[in-house]
């Protein structure tokens, strides 16, 4: 995905792995103190994907704004999210690199599914790759909409997968 995207093996991985690619987003409620989950998608490079929404999140606490623009798209599944950090685990793999798009909370967000950074799966990166910061936004084509609704973690994430493929 994307020019100069697509990495390699890991050095020293005699496993024979390779990186798997991850783009995602999500969708959250922040109040300038926290970030509360409220949906993760992920595309993997192969096109698969993954789609989960954490029970334990108050949607209550969402502002006017998440409330109008977010939530009517939240359809589900809804799991713990214990449940959703190890279906995500088995779902990226040992090796992902993961990419987003503004992805400074997105990848908060995504990290705060296993506590904190230091409690990261061991072979994951502890630093997200941000696509509109590697293009500045400038070299970007021109895209269709969106296959679903806009401010949904899932078709977020499979826009900029589409977006880093026609870049490739």
Known sequence: LGRGC??????????????????????FIEDGRTIDLLSVGLVRDDGATYYAEPAETDRGRASEWV???????????VK??????NEIVAFVGPYP??????ADYDWVALCQLFGTM????????????DYRQVTD???LPKQDAQDGPEHHALSDARWLARVMEAQR
């Open 80 to 85: 713990p999210r214990a449940q959703i950090a």
């Open 67 to 77: 409330a109008a623009n977010v939530l009517p798209h939240l359809t589900g599944p």
């Open 137 to 139: 936004g400038s070299t």
């Open 118 to 129: 230091m409690d990261l799966p061991p072979s994951w990166p502890m630093f997200c790759r």
């Open 6 to 27: 697509r990495p390699p093996r890991r050095p020293g991985d005699d496993r024979g792995g390779r990186v798997s690619v991850i783009v995602f987003d999500t969708e």
């Open 97 to 102: 690199e993961f990419w987003a798009w503004y």
